[in-house]
């Protein structure tokens, strides 16, 4: 199958530039912005880079485009272990080092579960409809984002400037990860293609950044929202297996973002800052 050198080209610039666009926002609005971080951005690009890789094979596409919630799903996992890891890690890294100890371990663990279930996946695809297991990893990451919204205990926004460097890092490594998911897919690995187009590129970028200009207590307070408002790039996944084959990748890629934006990002975008904001309220009196 060739390979669109332009799809994957695109779909970087466009990863790297919605990517440092998006993640800016926390440092001025605080952790409750978080889920604007997880609304449809480098998704986008990247479904219609994997369209675009797959000749417009519909299967193919399907099968890229259901792994997309068990990408999600598993950058719920790595957003909670950066609640997790710091309390078990502070007693084996100095507190300099342990931004790093923990963004080593958080990779690790996700790209882990990343083989096994890209494995688990390929192995029961022919008997178990991709969707089905999509609309399960949809349903299991919103279950974990909201209980870690509702447990939040504080969500304070920056008070120092995060480098330009940074910055450039988060789109470097988010359009690094898209234009890789594009080629893979081009290759006709579908599967794995799904998998890695939800890499968590920005979040961990993000996670450092934050860290590292603002202290622990920045990051962490945002995980909840980022848990929460990442369920919108699933619901973007499965509904462009409906959307794309009737309009195209491009009309169709805007159709399925207001789609997953105004029925799921905004409803819960509005519970999630309700519901921090209440909770800082009372941590205040």
């Given at each position: 199958m060739a390979l669109d050198s332009g799809g994957i080209l695109l779909s970087s610039?466009?990863?790297?530039?919605?990517?440092?666009?998006?993640?800016?926002l926390i440092e001025r609005r605080g952790g409750a912005i978080g889920g604007i971080i997880t609304l449809p951005t480098t998704i986008v690009p990247a479904s219609i880079g994997i369209w675009i890789g797959v000749s417009g094979d519909s299967e193919l596409?399907?099968?890229?485009?259901?792994?997309?919630?068990?990408?999600?799903l598993l950058n719920v996992l790595f957003l909670g272990s950066w609640?997790?890891?710091?309390?078990?890690?502070?007693?084996?890294?100095?507190?300099?080092?342990?931004?790093?100890?923990?963004?080593?371990f958080s990779v690790i663990l996700w790209i882990f579960f990343a083989g096994i279930s890209t494995y688990t996946v390929e192995a029961v695809?022919?008997?178990?409809?991709?969707?089905?297991?999509?609309?399960s990893a949809v349903?299991?990451?919103?279950i974990l984002g909201f209980f870690a919204v509702s447990k939040i205990d504080f969500a304070p926004s920056g008070s120092n400037?995060?480098?330009?460097?940074?910055?450039?890092?988060?789109?470097?490594?988010?359009?690094g990860a898209i234009g890789l998911s594009v080629w893979i897919a081009?290759?006709?690995?579908?599967?794995i293609s799904g998998v890695v187009s939800v890499f968590p590129a920005i979040f961990l970028t993000t996670m450092v950044s934050?860290?590292?200009?603002?202290?622990?207590?920045?990051?962490?307070?945002?995980?909840?929202?980022?848990?929460?408002?990442?369920?919108?790039v699933s619901i973007y996944g499965l509904v462009s297996i409906a959307i794309f084959p009737l309009f195209g990748p491009w009309v169709g890629s805007v159709i399925v973002w207001f789609t997953s934006v105004l029925l799921y990002s905004v409803p819960v975008g509005v519970w999630t800052w309700r519901t921090i904001d209440a909770g800082q309220g009372d941590g205040a009196t």
């Amino acid at each position: 199958m060739a390979l669109d050198s332009g799809g994957i080209l695109l779909s970087s610039v466009m990863a790297g530039v919605v990517a440092i666009l998006a993640t800016v926002l926390i440092e001025r609005r605080g952790g409750a912005i978080g889920g604007i971080i997880t609304l449809p951005t480098t998704i986008v690009p990247a479904s219609i880079g994997i369209w675009i890789g797959v000749s417009g094979d519909s299967e193919l596409f399907t099968a890229a485009m259901a792994m997309v919630p068990i990408g999600m799903l598993l950058n719920v996992l790595f957003l909670g272990s950066w609640r997790l890891l710091p309390r078990i890690l502070e007693d084996y890294f100095s507190e300099g080092l342990l931004v790093y100890g923990v963004a080593s371990f958080s990779v690790i663990l996700w790209i882990f579960f990343a083989g096994i279930s890209t494995y688990t996946v390929e192995a029961v695809s022919s008997h178990v409809s991709p969707i089905v297991i999509g609309i399960s990893a949809v349903f299991l990451a919103f279950i974990l984002g909201f209980f870690a919204v509702s447990k939040i205990d504080f969500a304070p926004s920056g008070s120092n400037s995060v480098s330009f460097f940074s910055i450039l890092s988060r789109g470097l490594a988010a359009g690094g990860a898209i234009g890789l998911s594009v080629w893979i897919a081009g290759l006709g690995l579908p599967f794995i293609s799904g998998v890695v187009s939800v890499f968590p590129a920005i979040f961990l970028t993000t996670m450092v950044s934050l860290w590292l200009a603002q202290g622990r207590a920045v990051p962490v307070g945002a995980t909840g929202p980022m848990m929460l408002g990442s369920v919108s790039v699933s619901i973007y996944g499965l509904v462009s297996i409906a959307i794309f084959p009737l309009f195209g990748p491009w009309v169709g890629s805007v159709i399925v973002w207001f789609t997953s934006v105004l029925l799921y990002s905004v409803p819960v975008g509005v519970w999630t800052w309700r519901t921090i904001d209440a909770g800082q309220g009372d941590g205040a009196t």
